[in-house]
């Protein structure tokens, strides 16, 4: 595990920032990291993204509908680590349209049966602050240049998981369950977010073959069947890569075989004649009771026929 | 509010942790020239709507008062002990997100939980239970003493939870006594028996002795029960008591509850909600309980002053509904029977509260009290008054 992240309790996240219109790591205002201020800052998965193709990225998203960003994510793992990727509107210095991206990296722990939850807040945390980023940064304000170059637009990025809602459980628990299904998965993402480093695409069929010239992907989470199919080499179950060993029996000699059945035949014998035994024992015992009670029934009845006569 | 601070505050706040800054005017004797100034927010970290609090540090230049304000020695004392009430998760006290030190502008920063202020809602009769069973004082060691209880430090969040807020009022009981850096609170609000107590307490600068520290704050938390009931009260306690236009058995219950405080009995907060339960349960619960629309009886035509007839004001004033020219013109209609009945303190009582709580200004403030005490040399309020006024002017 990267040694700060390792330091990052469970239950919390590190956030980076990627946007436009604001002089910040580089001396042009293209879209860019912001949060942190240098690339350097970045750990694990988080230099995934930052190794990506964003202009080409930005490009398919900025030709579509701002309301689909939303609906546009990326979650890539590892052994040990995940970074969920969402998208917000947003608006540069000349109130063009432009796009803010925000990464919350956390801990992961694939033997947790609480991961899905994990990962829906996570998801939910980085959509979350996208989209109020997204309007914080489109309103401008002279002062938050200087914030972003000075990293003080967020003085601390590591933001608490824990209180986040968990949108869209039964999705998340669902590519979980299919990402543990697959070795060689290095995440699943929407089509506009998918060359950000994940290589099981997540879509329809036609999505796919609409995108299959363009991007390079092992798989397809399929969003009806809600499982992944893979697509070449690239993917393996795990149950093929570690096959169980055959259990073979150790052939017994029939001689052997009968002797058991005869041993077994025997004991079965004797606790039937326990149990009759037993039977015998309980039968004494209620005939022994009712000569006891005899008596006392015969009195009590005779008092009541006659408490009836009177009556 | 000092517009500079605020704009460096504005410029200074992480605007990825603190977005949708608005300033507030939030009033009270922290919000004047030189003093806090508040904002609300939303905190992102946390996705909660927010109330930003800021105290001007002042530097090794600053006076005696007012290093005794918002020096910077005070305002370290404030942060730890702001810390210590947020580590420790008080369950009546409102939720604290942060408790920081800046350095440009130098300041102190609280930030807490955004809440209704009680007198911002309408009277509620059903609040008054809450307030009794929820904010009397406990006997534990590391009970919490709220200094000025009133209905505009007291909230309700927004999942429906009746809080104390204005934290830097707030002292951690620690042994026999309770170490108040500053007595600021509405002297209007207390007996006049408990106010002696308290300025002779005070007048030793050794702190207030937690019994003392405890029956004030039970004696604040009666009265806002009691607020609940008969509508929110500026005016002098006797005198609201007096007045009070509740329905029958509200009154007459809060009537006798409040004779007793009046003398200086402070019972526990618990004992009078029994009581009080008892009258809720022989009255019908769905009845209103304040009779606004209630003629007026015999007693309280009787009662119908030149006092009455500015009535519409001070229910404007309290809704803060007075602001600019009409704050003025009511000043000046104040000043006029002030000049003409100069031995009714009631007057002097209303002039006070309007350069404190909504002028915000300690220079005519401390012109009103003086003139008051001409009158009135030996009231112990306006003694009290003026010596608060006194460290807020400094």
């Known amino acids: 595990m990267n040694p700060a992240l390792s330091h990052t309790p469970l239950g919390a996240a590190l956030v980076s920032i990627w946007a436009k219109g604001y002089r910040v790591s580089n001396s042009s205002e293209e879209f860019q990291l912001v949060v942190p201020a240098e690339s350097g800052g970045l750990q694990g998965l988080e230099q995934t993204v930052a190794a990506a193709t964003w202009p080409a990225i930005l490009d398919d998203l900025l030709r579509g509908d701002d309301r689909l960003l939303k609906d546009e994510f990326c979650l890539l793992v590892n052994q040990n680590q995940l970074i969920a990727v969402a998208l917000a509107p947003s608006r540069d210095r000349f109130r063009r349209r432009s796009v803010v991206a925000v990464g919350a990296m956390a801990a992961c722990d694939w033997s947790d049966a609480q991961l899905a939850t994990h990962v829906a807040k996570t998801r939910n945390l980085a959509l979350r602050l996208a989209q109020q980023y997204g309007e914080v940064l489109a309103a401008n304000a002279p002062h938050l240049e200087k914030q972003l170059r000075s990293n003080r637009f967020i003085p601390e990025r590591q933001f608490q998981v824990a209180g986040e809602e968990t949108a869209d459980l039964s999705l998340w628990t669902e590519i979980v369950a299919e990402i543990r299904k697959w070795r060689g998965v290095t995440g699943v993402a929407t089509a506009g977010l998918c060359r950000t480093g994940a290589n099981v695409l997540y879509g329809t069929a036609d999505e796919m073959a609409r995108v299959r010239g363009v991007l390079t992907v092992d798989g397809l989470f399929d969003s009806r069947s809600r499982s992944i199919s893979p697509i070449g080499d690239g993917l393996t179950p795990w149950s093929l890569v570690k096959p169980e060993e055959p259990k073979t029996e150790r052939k017994i000699p029939v001689e052997e075989q009968l002797a058991a059945l005869r041993s077994e035949i025997k004991d079965i014998r004797t606790e039937v004649r326990d149990m009759r035994h037993e039977g015998s024992v309980l039968r004494g015992l209620v005939t022994q009771v009712r000569e006891m009670l005899g008596p006392i029934y015969d009195f009590v009845t005779r008092k009541d026929r006659k408490g009836k006569g009177k009556g | ?394």
């Open chain 2, 1 to 394: 509010m000092p517009q500079d601070f605020a704009d460096q505050l504005m410029e200074a706040l992480p605007a990825g942790i603190w977005a949708e800054l608005t300033p507030r005017d939030a009033g009270g004797m922290m919000a004047h020239e030189g003093g806090a100034v508040h904002f609300t927010a939303r905190w992102i970290p946390g996705n909660r709507p927010s109330h930003l609090k800021c105290f001007p540090s002042r530097g090794e230049s600053a006076s005696a008062t007012a290093a005794s304000l918002v020096g910077h020695e005070r305002l370290v004392r404030l942060r730890a002990r702001l810390e210590r009430l947020r580590n420790q998760r008080q369950p009546f006290v409102v939720d604290i997100f942060a408790v920081e030190e800046l350095n440009n502008p130098p300041a102190l920063l609280v930030a807490m939980e955004l809440v209704t202020q009680l007198r911002d809602r309408p009277p509620d009769a059903a609040l008054a239970h809450q307030v009794l069973e929820q904010l009397g004082t406990r006997d534990d060691q590391t009970a919490w003493i709220h200094f000025d209880i009133c209905p505009k430090n007291t909230g309700i969040t927004a999942d429906n939870r009746l809080v104390l807020i204005d934290p830097d009022s707030m002292y951690q009981v620690e042994g026999p006594q309770v170490g108040i850096s500053l007595p600021a609170f509405k002297s209007w609000r207390l007996p006049i028996v408990i106010l002696r107590e308290l300025q002779q307490a005070l007048s030793s600068g050794l702190g207030l002795p937690l019994h003392l520290a405890q029956k004030k704050h039970n004696a604040e938390v009666i009265v806002l029960a009691a607020e609940c009931c008969l509508g929110w009260s500026g005016r002098p306690l006797e005198e609201w008591v007096a007045n009070s236009n509740a329905s029958p058995e509200l009154r007459t219950f809060w009537d006798k509850e409040l004779a007793s405080l009046l003398q200086g009995r402070v019972d526990s907060p618990l004992r009078v909600l029994d009581r009080l339960r008892k009258v809720s349960r022989s009255t019908s619960a769905s009845a209103p309980a304040i009779a606004a629309e209630a003629p007026p009886d015999d007693s309280s035509l009787a009662r119908a002053t030149q006092w009455e007839s500015l009535a519409g004001w001070r229910r404007a004033l309290r809704l803060d509904q007075l602001r600019g020219g009409r704050l003025l013109d009511y000043k000046r209609r104040l000043l006029a029977l002030a000049e003409a009945n100069p031995s009714d303190k009631r007057w002097w009582q209303e002039l006070l509260l309007v350069s404190v709580a909504y002028e915000r200004s300690p220079v005519a403030a401390k012109q009103i009290v003086e003139a008051a005490l001409k009158q009135h040399p030996d009231d112990a309020g306006f003694a009290l008054e003026r010596q608060v006024i006194e460290v807020w002017l400094a």
